[in-house]
């Protein structure tokens, strides 16, 4: 069963950078389109950026220019750099396969906190 794990997230102030790391335990980035999710407290989770299998992207408007995705296929690893960050990114942040009818098992998240 693929196991996504990801990492990377933090305390940082509005302004700073972060970079978001999502593990997994199979080739699901050779297979699959890829996204990052956030979940901002009593919100809904929403996709925030994707990258399809032959590296075509795309971003929600809220971080367009801001954040960049990209996958290491060998190394079984995708990325989210997140540039000038606002307090509004703050949220949980996932990664899974947005074009699948049943997404891969959801990992932890890793938590983004940006101060004001």
């Known amino acids: 069963q693929v196991q996504l794990v990801e990492s990377g997230g933090g305390l940082v102030q509005a302004g700073g950078s972060l970079r978001l790391s999502c593990a997994a335990s199979g080739s699901i980035f050779t297979f699959n389109n890829m996204g990052w999710y956030h979940q901002a407290p009593g919100k809904q989770r929403e996709l925030v950026a994707a990258i399809t299998t032959i590296g075509t992207t795309n971003y929600a408007d809220s971080v367009k220019s801001r954040f960049t995705i990209s996958r290491d296929k060998d190394k079984k690893t995708m990325y989210l750099q997140m540039n000038n960050l606002k307090p509004e990114d703050t949220a949980v942040y996932y990664c899974?396969?947005?074009?699948?009818?049943?997404?891969?098992?959801w990992g932890p998240g890793t938590q983004v906190t940006v101060s004001s």
């Open positions: 899974n396969a947005p074009s699948l009818l049943r997404p891969y098992p």
